[in-house]
């Protein structure tokens, strides 16, 4: 069973380690905490295998260990510390390098717009319309109710949208594919 499970987690990270360590960035804008806590997110999946129940993909799991680790890690960091770095790397204009982050057309704008909303719309955002989970799963890996995420996500796109306008992505075609 063992040497099943070593498998079954190798493949697992070949299809989605680069989808859950893009959602971990978005979360901690830090490429290497993202990293790290990607390889904790499959480490954490090898030990609880026997814990998934199938009642949901991998994929959908997966993410809400991601989640789950990445906010015991932010509550772990003092608040002033993380909003001092928040800022700090807001008002650097330097891009991060094209293979950190993926976003439907490597857009630096959208990436630059989630990082000033809220924390529970860029989530809700990201899972969404960018990782393309369903309401359902979105709840799961948030631990919502399905109208949490419904709600979030309406009162989250105009917000999204004013940001992008602000920030200077006028191209309303592109604001309407979000």
């Known amino acids: 069973?063992?040497?099943?499970r070593k498998e079954e987690i190798a493949d697992w990270y070949d299809q989605h380690s680069k989808s859950v360590l893009t959602f971990i960035l978005l979360l901690v804008k830090d490429y290497q905490q993202a990293e790290d806590l990607t390889h904790d997110t499959f480490v954490k999946a090898y030990l609880?295998?026997?814990s998934f129940k199938h009642h949901s993909s991998e994929k959908t799991w997966l993410f809400s260990i991601a989640h789950n680790l990445t906010v015991d890690f932010l509550r772990k960091r003092k608040h002033s510390m993380f909003f001092k770095e928040?800022?700090?790397s807001?008002?650097?204009?330097?891009q991060l390098p094209e293979e950190i982050i993926k976003i439907k057309?490597?857009?630096?704008?959208?990436?630059k717009a989630l990082g000033e909303i809220k924390d529970t719309y860029r989530k809700v955002i990201v899972l969404r319309k960018i990782k393309g989970f369903s309401i359902e799963d979105t709840a799961m890996i948030l631990s919502w109710s399905e109208s949490k995420v419904k709600s979030t996500l309406f009162?989250?796109?105009?917000?999204l949208k004013k940001q992008l306008?602000?920030?200077?992505?006028?191209?309303e075609e592109a604001i309407r594919r979000y």
């Open 86 to 88: 928040l800022f700090i």
């Open 48 to 50: 609880y295998y026997d």
């Open 165 to 171: 306008l602000k920030e200077g992505f006028l191209n």
């Open 90 to 94: 807001q008002k650097n204009n330097n």
């Open 105 to 111: 057309e490597n857009s630096y704008e959208l990436y």
């Open 1 to 4: 069973m063992s040497e099943y």
């Open 155 to 159: 009162r989250a796109m105009p917000v």
